[in-house]
């Protein structure tokens, strides 16, 4: 069973600071997402990494992914209150029959000002 | 917007009921997703369908089904319900096995 691990859970942060959200999977897979979630709203995508040392960046945040190590970082640089959300990162294991997603437990960010 | 419409927005109904959440996927996917989002289960995947037909399923409960119309909506029946079955269900879409786009989500509360 696929187990993805997200850390940490729970992230205060000042604004201007950099920091970096860690998603560890079980089982070998090539396509990882992350997603925003802003409270009692639905998923937001950000980032699509479909390939072992793909890294992309939108702002203030970049992704990257290891498939060998089975890890992907969301880096936050001079983070600012808009940031604030919970970030998910999804794994995907497509097979012959479909695809799901199995998510991390997510990253609850909060940034001060 | 994501182009995936869901109604109703919230849902308030007792428990041992039974409701039908519709999602209309994004023009030109064939792929509609449902997940459960619930504080101690997290984020969960309970279905998926292609163009009528079952593809995948996850960790859905046998009181919970599923299925996609020939206009491709999709309709997840939910019966029985417990207080447990509150949560936010979302529905995804996407061409096969390509990124999955969320709906705004369907708040359901069981009292």
């Known amino acids: 069973e696929l187990k993805v691990e997200q850390n940490p859970l729970f992230l205060s942060m000042q604004e201007g600071k950099n920091y970096t959200i860690y998603c560890n999977y079980s089982?070998?897979?090539?396509?990882l997402y992350w997603y925003r979630q802003d409270p009692g709203k639905s998923l937001e995508s950000l980032f699509v990494?479909?390939?072992?040392?793909a890294v992309k960046q939108e702002g203030r945040l970049m992704a990257s992914l290891d498939t060998k190590a089975r890890l992907s970082t969301l880096h936050i640089t001079a983070a600012v209150h808009d940031l604030s959300a919970t970030y998910f990162c999804a794994v995907d294991i497509p097979n012959n029959a479909g695809n799901m997603l199995t998510f991390g437990g997510g990253t609850r960010l909060m940034v001060k000002p | 917007d994501s182009g995936v419409t869901q109604t109703p927005k919230h849902l308030i109904t007792a428990t041992g009921q039974r409701v039908t959440l519709r999602c209309s996927p994004r023009s030109g996917d064939l792929s509609v997703y449902w997940y459960q989002q619930s504080l101690d289960q997290g984020l969960q995947f309970l279905i998926q369908?292609?163009?009528?037909?079952?593809?995948a399923k996850g960790n859905i409960l046998e009181r919970f089904s599923a299925q996609q119309f020939p206009d491709l909506h999709s309709e997840l029946n939910l019966s029985s319900l417990e207080l447990g079955d509150s949560a936010l269900y979302f529905c995804?879409?996407?061409?096969?096995?390509?990124?999955?786009?969320f709906g705004p989500g369907t708040r359901l509360t069981v009292l």
């Open positions: 995804a879409s996407s061409k096969f096995k390509y990124e999955q786009f």
């Open positions: 089982t070998t897979s090539d396509r």
């Open positions: 990494l479909l390939s072992n040392g």
């Open positions: 369908y292609y163009n009528g037909e079952e593809r």
